[in-house]
C-alpha cells in the first residue's frame, strides 16, 4: 500500500513540478522583460524631461545675458557704472533662479558683486574667474562651490569694439538637481509599484495554473499508476492482475494498456509452458546429475587404482633394474679389464669392430637403466605428492643458496655442451619459507630443460622480489617451443617434441612434479617461448610461510 501510494505522489509530483516549473519561469522571464523594457522607457523619459529643464534654463539664461549685456555696455560707456549696478542688483531678486551676477574687467577686477559686495575692486583670481576672464564669446561654464552646484553664462562685454571686461551670470542648479533628484524618486516609485503589480498577476497566474496542472496531472497519471500497479503484480507473479485493468482512452496509453494485457496473457501461457518443461528439465538433471556422480567416482577409483598400479610396478621394477644396472656395470668392469685388452691385441679388423659394438651395447644398457630408474623415481615422486603422502620440510629457505646449489648441480651439463651459465640474484631478498631440496629439485629441473634444449648461446637464472613473492626465472636461447603446445608441457607424460627422433628425451613428469611443488608452497609456474629464440620458464614463491 505504501508502495503504491509513492508512485502514485511520485508520478503527480513530477508532473506538477514539471508544469508548474515552465509557467514560473515562462511568467518569470515575460516580467522581467516587462520591468527591464518599462524601465528603459521610464529612464528615457527621465533623461529627456531632465535635457528639456537644462536646456529651459540655459536659454532664459541666454536671452536675459543678452539684455543686460546691451544695459551694461551703455552704462560702461556712458561711465554710469552706479546706473549698472542697481540694474543687475535689481535682476538678482526679481529672478529666483539667478543667484548672483559679477561684473569684471579684463583684469579681473570686480566691480559688481551681487553675492558679495565687499569684492568690488578687488581682483578675482579663481579657476572659475579666470576661465571667464579668457572667453572671447559668450560660453556656459558648471562647476560647485562651497557645496553649491553653479551654471554660469559668460557673456564678454565690448566698449568701442574692445573687449572692456565679462558680466558672469551664476544659476544656482539646485533647485534642478532637487527637480532631478524628485524625479529619480518618482520614476523608482513606479517602477517598484509595476513590480508588485507583475509580481501579484504573476502569483495569480501561477495559483490558477497549478489548480489546472493538478487536474491535468490527476488525469494523465491515474491510468499509469493503474499501469504500473499492475506491472508490479505481475512481477510478483500474479498474472490475473491485467484482467482487472480498466483503461477506456483511445490515446497511447489505451494502446500500451491493451497491448500490456496481451503480454501478460501470453506470459501466463508462456509461464505454464515452462513450468512444464522445468519440472521436465529438473528430472532430467537429477539423472544426468547422478550419472555424472557416478562416472566420477568410477574414475577417482580408476585414477587411485592407476596411482597405486604405477606405485606397485615401480616398486617392483626397481629391484630388478638395479640388479640389471648392477650386473651390467660388473660385466663392463670385467670385459674393459680382462677380456678386451687380450682381443684388442689381435689386430683383426673383424674383431675390433666386434669390440667396439659391445662396449656400445653396453653403453646403451646402461644408459636406458638409468633413464628408466629415473622413470619410475618420478613415477613414485609424483604418486605421493597427489596421495598426499609427502613429506614436506618446511623451513626459513635463502633462495640464494637454492640457486648456487642448483646451478652447482649442473655446472659440468653446461660446462660439456660449452654454454654460458649467467646468474643474476638481487640483493636483500628477504628469506622465504618452503622445503629447500624440493625448491633445489625445480631450478635443477629447468635448468637441466635449458640445457638440454640449447645448443649455443648462454642460459640465464634470475631472481628478484616482486611485490610480496619470489620470481625466479631461467632462460635459454635454445629451440623454443611452439605456443599450442605452451599449455600442454606441465601435463603427465606430456612433452613436446618426437621422444623417438634424436631430439632430447626425458620422462614426461620432471615439468608436471615441479607445478605441483610450486603450488604446494602458494606459488604459480608458467612458461614463455618463441620458436627458434629460446624460452623462459618462471616461478613464484610467496615470501609468506605456506605448508
Known sequence: MKKNTYIKRGIRIKLLITMISLIVGLLTVLTVVQISTQKVVLEKEFGRRIELMKNNLVEKGKILSDNLARQTENNIASYNFSNAAEILNKTVHEYNELSYIILMDSSCTVYTHTLQPELQQETLSGEEDLFAANQQIPAIHEFSKNENSYMEIIVPITVSTEQWGTLRLGFSLNTLNNEILNSRNEIRKKIEEMVIRSV?????????????????????????????????????????????????????????????????????????????????????????T??????????????????????IVSHELRTPLTSIIGFTNIIKKRLD?????????NTAIKSQKAVQQIKENLNIILTEGERLTNLINDVLDLAKIEAGKTEWHMNTTSITEVITKATAATASLTE??????????????????????????????????AIKFTDEGSISCNARQSDNNILVAITDTGIGIEHENLEKIFDTFKQVG??????????????????????????????????????????????????
Open 200 to 288: 501579484l498577476t504573476s502569483i495569480l497566474f501561477v495559483a490558477i495554473g497549478v489548480i489546472l496542472v493538478y487536474m491535468l496531472s490527476t488525469r494523465l497519471s491515474h491510468p499509469l499508476i493503474k499501469l504500473t500497479e499492475s506491472a508490479r503484480l505481475l512481477a510478483k507473479g500474479n498474472f490475473t492482475a491485467a484482467s482487472n485493468l480498466k483503461i477506456s482512452a483511445k490515446d497511447e496509453i489505451g494502446i500500451l494498456a491493451a497491448s500490456f494485457t496481451e503480454m501478460s496473457n501470453n506470459l501466463k501461457i508462456s509461464y505454464e509452458k515452462l513450468e512444464e518443461y522445468s519440472h521436465t528439465l529438473q528430472q532430467k538433471v537429477e539423472d544426468r
Open 290 to 311: 547422478r550419472e555424472l556422480k557416478d562416472a566420477n567416482q568410477k574414475l577417482q577409483e580408476l585414477d587411485k587404482a592407476k596411482s597405486g598400479f604405477l606405485s
Open 337 to 345: 679389464t680382462v677380456i678386451f685388452p687380450h682381443i684388442e691385441a
Open 416 to 449: 660439456q655442451k660449452g654454454l654460458a651459465l649467467i646468474v643474476d640474484i638481487e640483493k636483500n631478498i628477504p628469506d622465504f619459507v618452503g622445503d629447500k631440496n624440493r625448491i633445489i629439485q625445480v631450478v635443477i629441473n629447468l635448468l637441466s630443460n
Open 498 to 547: 618426437d621422444t623417438l627422433t634424436n631430439k632430447p628425451r626425458g620422462t614426461g613428469l620432471g615439468l608436471p612434479i615441479c607445478k605441483q611443488i610450486i603450488e604446494h608452497h602458494g606459488g604459480a609456474i608458467w612458461a614463455e617461448s618463441e620458436p627458434g629464440k629460446g624460452s623462459r620458464f618462471s616461478f613464484t614463491i610467496p615470501l609468506h610461510g605456506n605448508g
